[in-house]
């Protein structure tokens, strides 16, 4: 794949080197020089020297390397730190454009001291920036990653807006490239969504470009494939002819993955239709290489077309036709003898290993042996000589097909163990931890470096504490001793206060690194499995008996998604999943992993739970409501929306750890299959349970038996939907008419008591019956509660919670609900007036949920919310009056749930504190 090579992407120095990027014509070298023969020793000569190396960087870098020493001196013999970072910096970029990249990062890491030294926070982030690049080129891309990301943060804290943007794309090429393919596309999608902004059409193509190449490592081929049109009429649009022959080559990519898979399937004939394609795709992006004189360029599109053609000469051997595959294969041949003659010139030694292995690979299929193993060892020595171990391990397995084929098998076993040993060698617990977990070892690693750093000043503070005792042992007598004496004390346990207060500082930030550490690692993995990890090394798999497990996709996805941009569909399916994420987390079910538009997650597991059928079913119930819900707003404003198909089936699953990218908990077995059919055999809007699922459940909820479906795969399946819960009362009834009354009715003047808060706090409330152990039947009543606390607002806002609760005594008798059940909900909903005053458990769950979002980090959106409608309502509140009238809410306000104490506490104290520090400052939120 081609990846779109940006100007910021490439050095980055014309961006980053704090001069103006000057023309190379001899002109202007040549005037700097005349000005130079004159120029006193000063700064300003420091500027010119440093200018003129600049100058001399593409062309001439002796040269430039010669005058950046000598402005690196004369700075620091005249003491001008500024002219010394941006000497150091300069040479950095002559050593890296001259592939000297260790000596450039070197240079770099020393102009980065000095930068940082006068605060220049620009230039530090453009250091940081610089040394990922190279990093990147390197292969060390965790280092790139720290770099990059330090850089990020000094950008986010400047608002430098477009150089943040151009980080996203930096580090989403680097994710890519670490295999981290959900964080690249998270990035990328960052990037995208910015330079939309500005509408770049060449940035627009070339992050479409890149999120192609995601899709491809993916394996969707067929969303990548259309990411690439995307790019393609882009580029061709805006004349960028370079990009256009890169996204062609990665278009024909595609097609050749496809001729794979058909030859994977014994279609030989049409994978052979299929590289006819490809290899059109290829010339044309030859033909624009040529034109740009891009010799680079050229050889890697012929080392692809021989590639093509190489594999078209197994498709011909395979339809028995050994005179036309004789004729690919030689085609095959020329072409890397075009590739290898390019890049021998240009000592493009990854270029070489690719070629070589080639050049084997065709010769072996030729049954040219001799030739074959010529190539293969060449392709080995290359890989040692420039340490790739990856090249060569596939040089032993190479090597191991060549002996075994000349019937050489003890040569062909001791290459296939080499290649083994290797493969294992790389997998090792360490490069795991490094490329799949870099981000908790990243933690880990600062948590170490403080602990040392804590141990080392630790050190130092007793020898400190001993030369004193030396000094009282020594100078003890007298009145003088005495004074001595009371001086090394406080002296002492001035040191011993310091150092407490050091180790306290400290030991606040390693919990705080390792809370970073445990939470990352917990949102991976089941907390036990993690806990088994981290002690044993590794997870053993695990059987169980006994779990339920839930699919969930949607209608139609392939022709929404069509309709809506990758933006508009990617926000959908978060909103979804995260919506997902809550429900599953209230009943105490784990989530496995989502698969494009579908959902897994399993009950009973990792910790086995009796009524795992029970939780998992009501889950979907929950899930099929906020859908219902989801879809109805989004119909009400015009938007395009899904329907949900939700299957569950019940019995024994294998779980454990994978991965050979990141690690991840996932489940094996029929029941899995099972569930998948129970979801695919399902209806929109539909709850769908096999007969396993319905034994464990019948006696707890309303289903329809819907005899035997046909199951693919599976034959005939007994099946029934699930309808409601044995309540009895009809809540889900209830919350339909509120929901719609509240969609239909409410003043659009309420941007705060929304439809969308009625719905937050529902959600609230039923996590913190969860987290509270609530009974499931009393949980029904919290739930409306929630739905009815607001519906006041119908009628009027003042006093809303009486008439919320006259609303309760009228209509919940319509649903069901006995007297003794209102009576409790009208006491939840009178409960949340201000100032709040509940006097029993279920009201103050009610009461915390109404106000959950005061300890959560949607705290400012949500009171932006609040404070635009006390504008509509006709407030004349200034921002300084709604900042004033936050501090003293949050002061007053405290949660009364031991859930919300110990979980939002914190939170809301540190965004009083922020509060008080705006108002104190005069600074309007």
Same mark, same amino acid.
């Given at each position: 794949m081609n990846r779109p090579v940006l100007c910021f992407t490439a050095i980055l120095v014309l961006l980053f080197s704090g001069i103006t990027a000057f023309s190379q014509d001899e002109s202007y070298s040549d005037s700097l020089g005349r000005v130079l023969k004159t120029a006193p020793p000063d700064s300003n000569r420091v500027k010119m020297l440093n200018e003129l190396g600049w100058e001399l960087k593409f062309d001439h870098p002796d040269s430039a390397r010669k005058i950046l020493g000598t402005s690196l001196e004369l700075a620091r013999s005249i003491g001008f730190p500024t002219g010394m970072g941006d000497a150091l910096n300069y040479r950095g970029v002559v050593e890296d454009i001259h592939g000297e990249r260790e000596q450039a990062v070197s240079y770099f890491e020393k102009a980065l001291i000095i930068r940082d030294s006068l605060g220049d926070q620009q230039g530090v982030a453009s250091l940081y920036n610089n040394i990922g690049n190279v990093r990147e080129n390197l292969g060390d891309f965790t280092e790139a990653l720290e770099n990059y990301l330090n850089s990020l943060r000094i950008r986010e804290d400047l608002q430098d807006t477009s150089r943040i943007m151009r980080l996203y794309y930096n580090i989403s090429i680097l994710q890519e490239s670490m295999g981290n393919y959900p964080e690249a596309l998270d990035f990328i999608f960052q990037y995208l969504e910015m330079v939309e902004a500005t509408g770049n059409k060449d940035n627009l193509g070339n992050a479409y470009n890149v999120i192609g190449n995601i899709k491809m490592e993916l394996d969707r081929q067929g969303e990548a494939w259309g990411w690439y049109e995307r790019a393609l009429s882009f580029h061709q649009d805006a004349g960028n002819d370079w990009e256009e022959s890169s996204v062609l080559n990665n278009m024909a990519n595609v097609l050749d993955y496809r001729a794979d898979s058909l030859y994977e399937e014994d279609q030989y004939q049409a994978a052979l239709e299929q590289t006819n394609n490809s290899l059109k795709l290829y010339e044309q992006a030859l033909v624009i290489r040529e034109s740009l004189d891009d010799l680079e360029g050229q050889a890697e599109i012929f080392n692809n077309i021989g590639l093509t053609h190489k594999n078209r000469g197994s498709f011909y051997n395979k339809l028995d036709d050994p005179a036309s595959a004789e004729l690919e294969w030689q085609l095959a041949l020329d072409l890397f003898e075009q590739a290898l003659e390019i890049w021998q010139e240009s000592d493009n030694k990854q270029g070489i290993l690719q070629l070589y292995n080639g050049f084997g690979d065709v010769y072996r299929r030729q049954g040219k042996y001799a030739l074959a193993l010529d190539y293969v060892q060449k392709s080995f020595d290359l890989s040692e000589d420039i340490g790739d171990q990856k090249a060569l391990q596939n040089a032993y397995k190479d090597l191991a097909r060549v002996y075994a084929a000349t019937g050489e098998f003890e040569r062909a076993y001791e290459f296939r163990k080499l290649y083994d040993e290797t493969r294992y060698d790389r997998m090792n617990e360490k490069q795991i931890k490094d490329n799949e977990r870099r981000e908790i070892m990243y933690s880990d690693r600062k948590k170490q470096y403080e602990i040392d750093r804590q141990n080392q000043e630790l050190k130092l503070q007793e020898a400190e504490l001993k030369q004193a005792q030396i000094r009282f042992y020594s100078l003890i007598g007298g009145a003088m001793g005495l004074m001595l004496v009371v001086f090394l004390l406080v002296n002492r346990n001035r040191i011993k206060t310091r150092a407490n207060k050091d180790l306290a500082e400290k030991n606040e930030i390693i919990e705080t690194e390792r809370q970073r550490s445990e939470e990352l690692l917990l949102n991976i993995l089941p907390q036990s499995t993690?806990?088994?990890?981290?002690?044993?090394?590794?997870?053993?798999?695990?059987?169980?008996?006994?779990? *339920?497990?839930?699919?969930?996709?949607?209608?139609?996805?392939? #022709?929404?998604?069509?309709?809506?941009?990758?933006?508009?569909?990617?926000?959908? &399916?978060?909103?979804?999943?995260?919506?997902?994420?809550?429900?599953?987390?209230?009943?105490?079910?784990?989530?496995?992993? +989502?698969?494009?538009?579908?959902?897994?997650?399993? *009950?009973?597991?990792?910790?086995?739970?009796?009524?795992?059928?029970?939780?998992?079913?009501?889950?979907?119930?929950?899930?099929?409501?906020?859908?219902? #819900?989801? $879809?109805?707003?989004?119909?009400?404003?015009?938007?395009?929306?899904?329907?949900?198909?939700?299957?569950?089936? *019940?019995?024994?699953?294998?779980?454990?750890? %994978?991965?050979?990218?990141?690690?991840?908990?996932?489940?094996?077995?029929?029941?899995?299959? !099972?569930? @998948?059919?129970?979801?695919?055999?399902?209806?929109?809007?539909?709850?769908?349970?096999?007969?396993?699922?319905?034994?464990?459940?019948?006696?707890?909820?309303?289903? +329809?038996?819907?005899?035997? %479906?046909?199951?693919?795969?599976?034959?005939?399946?007994?099946?029934?939907? %699930?309808?409601?819960?044995?309540?009895?009362?009809?809540?889900?009834?209830?919350?339909?008419?509120?929901?719609?009354?509240?969609?239909?009715?409410?003043?659009?003047?309420?941007?705060? /008591?929304?439809?969308?808060?009625?719905?937050?706090?529902?959600?609230?409330? !039923?996590?913190?019956?969860?987290?509270?152990?609530?009974?499931?039947?009393?949980?029904? &009543?919290?739930?409306? @509660?929630?739905?009815?606390?607001?519906?006041?607002?119908?009628?009027?806002?003042?006093? /809303?919670?009486?008439?919320?609760?006259?609303?309760?005594?009228?209509?919940?008798?319509?649903?069901?609900?006995?007297?003794?059940?209102?009576?409790?909900?009208?006491?939840?909903?009178?409960?949340?007036? %201000?100032?709040?005053?509940?006097?029993?458990?279920? $009201?103050?769950?009610?009461?915390?949920?109404?106000?959950?979002?005061?300890?959560?980090?949607?705290?400012?959106?949500?009171?932006?919310?609040?404070?635009?409608? &006390?504008?509509?309502?006709?407030?004349?509140?200034? =921002?300084?009056?709604? &900042?004033?009238?936050?501090?003293?809410? !949050?002061?007053?306000?405290?949660?009364? +749930?031991?859930?919300?104490?110990?979980?939002?506490?914190? =939170?809301?104290?540190?965004?009083?504190?922020?509060?008080?520090?705006?108002?104190?400052?005069? =600074?309007?939120?």
């Amino acid at each position: 794949m081609n990846r779109p090579v940006l100007c910021f992407t490439a050095i980055l120095v014309l961006l980053f080197s704090g001069i103006t990027a000057f023309s190379q014509d001899e002109s202007y070298s040549d005037s700097l020089g005349r000005v130079l023969k004159t120029a006193p020793p000063d700064s300003n000569r420091v500027k010119m020297l440093n200018e003129l190396g600049w100058e001399l960087k593409f062309d001439h870098p002796d040269s430039a390397r010669k005058i950046l020493g000598t402005s690196l001196e004369l700075a620091r013999s005249i003491g001008f730190p500024t002219g010394m970072g941006d000497a150091l910096n300069y040479r950095g970029v002559v050593e890296d454009i001259h592939g000297e990249r260790e000596q450039a990062v070197s240079y770099f890491e020393k102009a980065l001291i000095i930068r940082d030294s006068l605060g220049d926070q620009q230039g530090v982030a453009s250091l940081y920036n610089n040394i990922g690049n190279v990093r990147e080129n390197l292969g060390d891309f965790t280092e790139a990653l720290e770099n990059y990301l330090n850089s990020l943060r000094i950008r986010e804290d400047l608002q430098d807006t477009s150089r943040i943007m151009r980080l996203y794309y930096n580090i989403s090429i680097l994710q890519e490239s670490m295999g981290n393919y959900p964080e690249a596309l998270d990035f990328i999608f960052q990037y995208l969504e910015m330079v939309e902004a500005t509408g770049n059409k060449d940035n627009l193509g070339n992050a479409y470009n890149v999120i192609g190449n995601i899709k491809m490592e993916l394996d969707r081929q067929g969303e990548a494939w259309g990411w690439y049109e995307r790019a393609l009429s882009f580029h061709q649009d805006a004349g960028n002819d370079w990009e256009e022959s890169s996204v062609l080559n990665n278009m024909a990519n595609v097609l050749d993955y496809r001729a794979d898979s058909l030859y994977e399937e014994d279609q030989y004939q049409a994978a052979l239709e299929q590289t006819n394609n490809s290899l059109k795709l290829y010339e044309q992006a030859l033909v624009i290489r040529e034109s740009l004189d891009d010799l680079e360029g050229q050889a890697e599109i012929f080392n692809n077309i021989g590639l093509t053609h190489k594999n078209r000469g197994s498709f011909y051997n395979k339809l028995d036709d050994p005179a036309s595959a004789e004729l690919e294969w030689q085609l095959a041949l020329d072409l890397f003898e075009q590739a290898l003659e390019i890049w021998q010139e240009s000592d493009n030694k990854q270029g070489i290993l690719q070629l070589y292995n080639g050049f084997g690979d065709v010769y072996r299929r030729q049954g040219k042996y001799a030739l074959a193993l010529d190539y293969v060892q060449k392709s080995f020595d290359l890989s040692e000589d420039i340490g790739d171990q990856k090249a060569l391990q596939n040089a032993y397995k190479d090597l191991a097909r060549v002996y075994a084929a000349t019937g050489e098998f003890e040569r062909a076993y001791e290459f296939r163990k080499l290649y083994d040993e290797t493969r294992y060698d790389r997998m090792n617990e360490k490069q795991i931890k490094d490329n799949e977990r870099r981000e908790i070892m990243y933690s880990d690693r600062k948590k170490q470096y403080e602990i040392d750093r804590q141990n080392q000043e630790l050190k130092l503070q007793e020898a400190e504490l001993k030369q004193a005792q030396i000094r009282f042992y020594s100078l003890i007598g007298g009145a003088m001793g005495l004074m001595l004496v009371v001086f090394l004390l406080v002296n002492r346990n001035r040191i011993k206060t310091r150092a407490n207060k050091d180790l306290a500082e400290k030991n606040e930030i390693i919990e705080t690194e390792r809370q970073r550490s445990e939470e990352l690692l917990l949102n991976i993995l089941p907390q036990s499995t993690a806990e088994e990890l981290k002690t044993k090394g590794k997870a053993e798999a695990r059987s169980y008996e006994e779990v *339920s497990v839930l699919f969930t996709d949607f209608k139609s996805f392939t #022709s929404i998604a069509e309709e809506l941009s990758a933006e508009e569909l990617v926000g959908m &399916l978060d909103e979804c999943f995260r919506a997902y994420d809550r429900i599953t987390n209230r009943y105490g079910i784990e989530k496995i992993k +989502t698969i494009g538009d579908s959902y897994m997650c399993a *009950s009973g597991l990792p910790d086995p739970q009796s009524d795992h059928a029970t939780r998992i079913v009501n889950a979907a119930l929950d899930i099929r409501a906020w859908m219902e #819900s989801y $879809s109805e707003r989004r119909r009400s404003a015009g938007l395009p929306t899904f329907e949900v198909r939700i299957g569950v089936h *019940s019995g024994p699953v294998v779980a454990g750890v %994978v991965g050979n990218k990141k690690f991840a908990y996932d489940i094996w077995g029929d029941t899995v299959n !099972l569930a @998948a059919r129970m979801e695919a055999s399902g209806q929109p809007g539909k709850v769908n349970i096999s007969a396993a699922t319905y034994e464990l459940v019948k006696t707890h909820f309303k289903c +329809t038996d819907r005899g035997l %479906v046909e199951a693919k795969g599976k034959g005939e399946q007994q099946m029934y939907f %699930v309808e409601d819960r044995n309540l009895d009362y009809d809540l889900n009834g209830f919350r339909k008419m509120v929901l719609d009354r509240l969609s239909n009715e409410l003043d659009k003047k309420y941007v705060y /008591h929304s439809y969308r808060h009625t719905l937050d706090v529902e959600q609230a409330a !039923l996590e913190l019956c969860s987290l509270e152990g609530i009974p499931f039947a009393e949980q029904g &009543l919290v739930q409306t @509660a929630a739905l009815l606390h607001d519906l006041g607002f119908l009628q009027q806002a003042g006093d /809303h919670e009486a008439i919320g609760a006259s609303m309760a005594a009228d209509l919940l008798p319509g649903y069901g609900y006995k007297e003794s059940e209102i009576q409790q909900i009208v006491r939840m909903i009178l409960a949340t007036k %201000v100032p709040q005053a509940p006097q029993d458990h279920l $009201s103050r769950i009610l009461c915390d949920a109404d106000l959950d979002y005061l300890g959560r980090e949607d705290y400012d959106q949500i009171s932006a919310q609040l404070y635009q409608e &006390l504008l509509n309502r006709g407030q004349n509140l200034s =921002k300084s009056d709604w &900042l004033n009238i936050q501090v003293k809410f !949050l002061t007053s306000h405290q949660y009364h +749930t031991s859930s919300n104490i110990s979980r939002r506490s914190h =939170k809301k104290a540190e965004k009083l504190e922020q509060l008080k520090e705006e108002a104190t400052s005069g =600074k309007a939120p």
